[in-house]
Structures are given as structure tokens and as C-alpha cells.
């Protein structure tokens, strides 16, 4: 556990500082999402204690030498299924999915800890893996197989936007260690011809009236007092917040309880309305150091084992802001999706502060071998 230098040389304090950059933020701004709605008003307190409890997550994961989870990374695998298969025999549903497991007043969502366990076991098979060149289809039947089972769990659930960001886990690690050009376009192919059995066998009803509803806004025909609301309502938040924004707890689409899920989905919507552009552009431009530095972490890591990690939670961070950022705004469909460290909720902050502790564990490791 000894480090080669002392923990002032060794602290990565870019990464430190822009995380709790974001979480400050976050709270600050989850305190006015929720005032207004006296059934989420306390919501910002719950998420400090979340916080605090990622903060002593993260610092026990940055302590503990990470070549021990290399070890133990099969485990944390099958651990991570285990609690996936325990969703459906003890999960509790909620708006027609079935993804939390009650412990006591928390509700666990195993399918948000499954994301650092996926990345953990992929690193561990392609530390393990002797080849050096690029990977060709057969290469990828073993660890398609690592994604494949979750990800059918996932997906069975149903919870679309998470099993979609470990395929893009996945997919990003897998092209940043050398996956060929060829099968990275087969594989695209294969994706392309599935999509009509996917939408026929795959997604639910809701699914399919979400995917329709953001089609709909191109043609002008999107029924906004239906599946389009949310969408709708986000694009007048983000609009009327102009370059300076309304102010700080001034933002009438929230405050008027015209934006929904403004706690969990959609808390960047009360953002940027009340913070403007400029506000706006402070946060976008923490989300893309943060991501810049993990794949500058993975860059000086010295095992393959801890590069893939920091790649894979570098991914997390990217995909999981991309989608959540381009439902907010409607250019993707809404599949209900937290912005990392800026949402609301236990089990997201407690996968990020995993991350976030994985990250600064390999930056502090890059001068000990």
C-alpha cells in the first residue's frame, strides 16, 4: 500500500478538484431543482450523505494497491451477476421496471455497480491476454461473452440506458486496444441489420413510444403533451436561460413545475436555466477535463491492467454525460439517465466515487514501478 513518493507528490489534485467541483455544484444546484416540491425538498441533504459516503468508497478504493483488484477481479464479477440475477427474486418495480433491491430505507441498484465491475473484468482478461496485435471477431467471443451476460440481465429488467453504456464500455475499451478497423466495421454492420428484430423482439411499448417521439420532432408532429413533454420542456428550460441566465433559484420552468424529474434526469435543464450559457459552459468544460484526464491516467499507467481501467471508467464518465446531455437537449431519445455526480441518487454516486477512487488509485500508482 506504501507509495514511492509522499502523498503531497503523489495526490492528483486536478482530478480531486474537478470532482468536487462538480458535486458542489450539483448540490447547489439540486438544493433549487427540488424547492419548489415539498415531496423532494430534502433531496439535497440526502445526497450530501451520499457524497460523504462516496467520498470514504472512493478514498478506501485509491488506498488499496489496484493490482489487488487485478487479482480479484473475477469476483467482483461474479459478485456484481449475483446481485443482478437477486433483482428479480427480491428487486422492487418501479414505473413497470424492476431494478432496486430494498435494504432497509436505501433501495440498492445492482445493474449501476455492475458498470466498475464490467470495467474491472475486461481489464482483468486483457491484462491477462498475451496477444499484442490487433484483435479480429474471434478475439472478441470471450469478452463479448463478459458483456453479453449483464447486459441480457440488464436489459430484462428493463433498463435500456444502462445496458446501452456498458455496450459503450465495451466498445470504447475494446477500440483503444487495438481492435481492427475491419471488425470494428462488421461489428457496426451486424448492429445496422439487427435493428428491425431489435425493435420488434427487444423493446418494450415505452421504448418504442420514446424512440417515435423524438423522430416525431424532426417532422414537426411530436405530441408534446404526451411522450414529447419531457423533451419539450427541457428545450424551454435550457432556451429561456440565455447567455446569463435567469439567476440562481429563478428558473420558472422549474420552479413552476413544468420540468419533470428535475432531480434525477434532468437537474442540467434547471441549470442551465437559471445559470445561462455561461454557466453552462463552466460545466460542460468540467465534464471534458475530467474525461481528459482519465485518459491522460491511462496513458501513463504502467500495466495494461490499470490503463484499461482508467480507459473504461474514462468511458463511463464520457457516455454516461453524452447521453444524459443529449436527452436534456433532444438529441437523443430519453431512456432515463443521471449526469454523473450532478443527479441525484446513492447508487450513482457510489459507481462514480468508485470510479473516481480507481482513477486517482493508478494516477498516485504511475511513479511506484
Not at 25 to 33: D, E, P, R, T
Not at 151 to 178: E, K, N, R, S, Y
Not at 243 to 262: A, I, R, V
Amino acid at each position: 500500500m506504501a507509495l514511492g513518493r509522499g502523498l503531497r507528490e503523489t495526490f492528483d489534485w486536478p482530478l480531486f478538484v474537478c470532482v468536487m467541483s462538480i458535486a458542489i455544484l450539483g448540490v447547489i444546484n439540486l438544493y433549487s431543482a427540488t424547492s419548489a416540491n415539498r415531496q423532494y425538498s430534502d433531496l439535497y441533504i440526502q445526497q450530501i450523505y451520499w457524497l460523504t459516503l462516496g467520498a470514504g468508497v472512493g478514498t478506501l478504493v485509491a488506498a488499496v494497491d489496484y493490482r489487488h483488484f487485478e487479482r480479484f477481479g473475477w469476483f467482483a464479477y461474479g459478485g456484481g451477476v449475483v446481485l443482478l440475477v437477486l433483482v428479480f427474486l427480491l428487486g422492487r418495480s418501479i414505473r413497470g421496471s424492476t431494478r432496486w433491491i430494498p435494504i432497509g430505507t436505501f433501495s440498492l441498484q445492482p445493474s449501476e455497480l455492475m458498470k466498475v465491475a464490467l470495467i474491472v473484468a475486461l481489464a482483468k482478461f486483457l491484462h491477462d491476454d498475451t496477444k499484442t496485435d490487433g484483435r479480429a471477431l474471434k478475439d472478441l467471443i470471450i469478452p463479448g461473452l463478459i458483456l453479453a451476460v449483464p447486459m441480457g440481465l440488464i436489459l430484462a429488467q428493463p433498463d435500456l440506458g444502462t445496458a446501452l453504456i456498458c455496450a459503450f464500455i465495451f466498445g470504447t475499451i475494446m477500440v483503444l486496444t487495438q481492435l481492427k478497423w475491419r471488425s470494428l466495421f462488421t461489428l457496426f454492420a451486424v448492429f445496422v441489420a439487427s435493428a428491425p428484430l431489435t425493435w420488434r423482439y427487444a423493446l418494450r411499448d415505452y421504448q418504442k413510444g420514446r424512440i417515435l417521439s423524438f423522430m416525431a420532432q424532426f417532422t414537426g408532429e411530436q405530441d408534446i403533451q404526451d411522450a414529447g413533454w419531457h423533451t419539450h420542456q427541457s428545450l424551454v428550460s435550457i432556451g429561456s436561460g440565455g447567455f446569463w441566465g435567469k439567476g440562481y433559484m429563478e428558473g420558472t420552468q422549474n420552479q413552476f413545475g413544468f420540468l419533470p424529474d428535475q432531480h434525477s434526469d434532468f437537474p442540467f435543464s434547471v441549470w442551465a436555466e437559471e445559470q445561462g450559457l455561461l454557466g453552462t459552459m463552466l460545466l460542460l468544460g468540467l465534464y471534458l477535463f475530467l474525461v481528459l484526464w482519465g485518459l491522460r491516467i491511462a496513458s501513463q499507467a504502467k500495466d495494461r491492467f490499470g490503463a484499461v481501467c482508467a480507459v473504461g471508467v474514462s468511458a463511463l464518465i464520457f457516455w454516461q454525460s453524452v447521453i444524459n446531455l443529449g436527452m436534456v437537449s433532444g438529441m437523443l431519445p430519453v431512456v432515463g439517465m443521471t449526469l454523473p455526480l450532478f443527479s441525484y441518487g446513492g447508487s450513482s454516486v457510489l459507481t462514480i466515487a468508485m470510479g473516481i477512487g480507481l482513477l486517482m488509485n493508478i494516477s498516485m500508482r504511475r511513479f511506484q514501478y
